[in-house]
């Protein structure tokens, strides 16, 4: 499988309009890829809380649209990243958007763990309830977003779940780069699958973003890592690897807390 992720970089000197042809661009340019993977809020930028409102879209707004003729004259999966989506009742969401190659929308994914200590998106978002996976050929993804990251038991989730190949579009700061890192090779290691992580370049309200976009195989190695600067980082990687591990080395199978609980037979 041949993914391609998108650090695109979020400036302000450049309009969500303007932003999404330049994607639509890159994303069209990736014709060949089987993935293709944006980041976080890159319409808005993820640190722009002042910009949430003004910059919120429904599900199948603009960006979804710009999106949908992309991923269909590439041909390919793509990830859309995530907008800042106004839902019917008004309320917003940081949600991911995740097309098939004939530009439907195959899965929507509200983030879940909103970053800000009650303040930022924590208090300006509300929090999405239900784990994404989305059947690929040859594997299958699990959806999260950013500082989901942090929260390991969200990645369980999606391993019960059937999830292979973990795609993380992020807007994640410069100054806590080393975490993204290791997060990201701990999730893999410890779920036993690939981790596909897309961060930001530029700077979203003042906040540098630490970019270095990641992609790692189920023992942790990293197969290739982005700079700090706009790029596309390509990959190629074989998911039969995530089973040859788990054969291999089946950790997974040991597991004893967080299971759900056995059921008592009736008599």
């Known amino acids: 499988m041949r993914a ?14 303007e932003r999404r042809r330049r994607a639509a661009s890159l994303v069209v340019a990736q ?7 944006l980041p976080e809020l890159w319409t808005t930028g993820a640190f722009a809380f002042g910009a949430f409102d003004a910059g919120a879209e429904p599900l199948h707004g603009p960006t979804y649209e710009a999106m949908a003729k992309a991923a269909s004259d590439a041909g390919v999966w793509l990830h859309a990243g995530s907008i800042p989506e106004r839902a019917e009742d008004g309320t917003l969401f940081n949600t991911s958007l995740v097309l098939s190659p004939s530009g439907d929308l195959a899965a929507a994914y509200r983030k879940i763990h909103r970053f ?22 040859g594997t299958t993804l699990g959806v999260a977003t950013c500082y989901d990251l942090r929260f390991p038991e969200l990645f369980r989730g999606l391993v019960d779940a059937g999830a292979e190949t973990l795609v993380i579009p992020a807007g994640w700061p410069e100054r806590r780069r080393s975490h993204w890192t290791l997060l990201a090779q701990a999730r ?6 690939f981790v596909l992580a897309c961060g930001t370049a530029g700077t979203h309200a003042g906040v540098p973003q630490a970019g270095h976009s990641i992609v790692v195989d189920p023992w942790g190695e990293v197969l290739a890592e982005a700079g700090a600067d706009e790029e596309v980082l390509t990959v190629e990687f074989d998911p039969a690897t995530v089973a ?3 054969d291999r080395f089946p950790a997974l199978k ?3 807390l967080g299971l759900p609980a056995p059921r008592t037979p009736r008599p």
């Open 4 to 17: 391609a992720l998108i650090q695109i970089a979020v400036n302000e000197d450049e309009t969500a309009e």
């Open 31 to 37: 014709a060949g890829a089987d993935l293709v993977v």
């Open 116 to 137: 800000g200590f009650d303040q930022g998106e924590a208090v300006l978002m509300g929090a999405g309830t239900d784990l994404v996976t989305v059947p690929l050929p």
């Open 188 to 193: 893999a290691v410890e779920n036993q699958a």
């Open 244 to 246: 040859a591990t788990r």
């Open 254 to 256: 040991d597991r004893v």
